[in-house]
């Protein structure tokens, strides 16, 4: 599981409670996988493949992409937290 630190070691600003979650992977796995059938479907269209070839390279190629990029997409939700002042869902308690 990746994990950042507790606070930034630049200003001091606290990370704990921001909460990413699965966020960054979810939206990884929706953006690569529909450049990766793009890809897979051009390959087989111009050159037609056997599926053990596809399979070697679509998949190895999904898993490093996505494992790669976490870091940076959860480094981006977190700022997009921070930015738009983001907080937990509460129900609104005001009388009408």
Request: aromatic residues 8%.
């Amino acid at each position: 599981m990746l994990r950042f630190a507790d606070t930034c070691p630049a200003c001091g600003l606290n990370f704990s409670g921001f909460n990413v979650g699965d966020g960054p992977a979810a939206f990884l796995t929706l953006i690569l996988g529909a450049v990766v059938v793009a890809l897979a479907i051009m390959l087989e269209l111009t050159m037609h493949p056997p599926l053990w070839l596809h399979m070697l390279i679509w998949i190895p190629f999904t898993a490093i992409g996505v494992i790669g990029c976490l870091r940076l997409a959860k480094g981006a939700l977190m700022a997009a937290e921070y930015r738009n002042a983001a907080r937990e869902g509460r129900i609104d308690q005001r009388p009408e």
